[in-house]
């Protein structure tokens, strides 16, 4: 990683603005899953540690204005526990209010802005908005990969006015993201699964010629089976994307790896009636909602023998456990490997966590999004905008 962290730069007494994600599932005031909140604290601990006077800011849902269920309140509480002294709490995120809050700021004290979307401003990367936020800190951390894909006004924008380094967050994220892109342990395997081809098209280009063998799964691989001329019955296809799964067939040459069995059933139901069948006798009125078990013996045999094995998205619909078992064979697998293994996306991270594997995988990206969009070997504007070493 070519970037500036925390470890550059002295922030001993300076106003230190930091953008976190605090992004968390809540139900009424109860965080549901706070690794979100967890993820940030190596990063507010040694910036207090350090006596630097610390300005968190975060988003949280997707407001339309101000909206009382996505105040940050809970986070702050749930901080709190986490790093064992008080977090402070604003009720906006600028101001002159949140100006004297963030000014009156102690060595070593800790305050969370307001939800950064109850402003329009935020996610148009407005100026005025961005130099708002600006002016709350002396130095800028970035240390929320999983809106690093997005140019905001809190990730891109303030960027322009501070001196804008890496928490350890997003080194960590770029490091073992950006060494699975630029120099992997060979044999490198990637295993991408989810709905749809569409949403994956460049993340199969560019990893096709990086990776070993690119292994598919998930609603995606039924619009290879439908390109391979396969009947598919009444399963999800993307009827626009088969000519492109065939082009993508045609350019991998033997490095695309795609089921060879399915689970299928003959309706979209937890209790639907189920079998196992080849790929190429799904059965008219049946649909494929997983991959099969003899597919999950291939995929393994093929984690096992590699060195870097990078995952994004589920194998079937894993919210139905009885078509959950390719997915969970899968992260069952990489765990059992003795490769560097690297999950991204919410799905595929919730699957290692339901398989109770999740602390035997070497790195669990917090950015579903930027991940992906990572691993298309884009430049991520929030990256971008960080001072290089």
Known sequence: MNKKTIRDIDVHGKRVLVRVDFNVPLV??????????????????????????????????????????????????????????????????????????????????????????FHKEEEKNDPAFAQQLAALGEVYVNDAFGTAHRAHASTEGVAHHLPAVAGFLMEKELNFLGKAISAPEKPFIAILGGAKVSDKIAVIENLMQKADRVLIGGGMANTFAKAHGYETGDSLVEADKV??????????????????DAVIADKFDQDAASQIVDIDKVPPGWRILDVGPRTVEQFRAQIAAAKTVVWNGPLGVFEFPRFAQGTIGVARAMAASGATTIIGGGESVAAVEQAGVADKITHISTGGGASLEFLEGKTLPGVAALLDK
Do not use: W
């Not at 109860?30 to 190596?42: E, N, S």
């Open 243 to 260: 000519e492109t799964a065939r082009a993508l067939m045609a350019a991998g040459g033997g490095k695309l790896m795609l089921p060879v």
């Open 28 to 117: 009424g005031a109860t965080i549901t899953d706070d690794t979100r909140i967890r993820a940030a604290v190596p990063t507010i601990q040694y910036l207090v540690d350090a006596g630097a006077r610390v300005v968190l800011m975060s988003h949280l849902g997707r407001p339309k204005g101000m909206d009382e269920r996505l105040r940050l309140a809970p986070c702050a509480t749930r901080l709190s526990e986490l790093i064992g002294r008080p977090v402070q709490t604003a009720t906006d995120c600028v101001g002159e209010a949140v100006s004297a809050a963030a000014l009156a700021l102690k060595p070593g004290a800790v305050i969370l802005l307001e939800n950064l979307r």
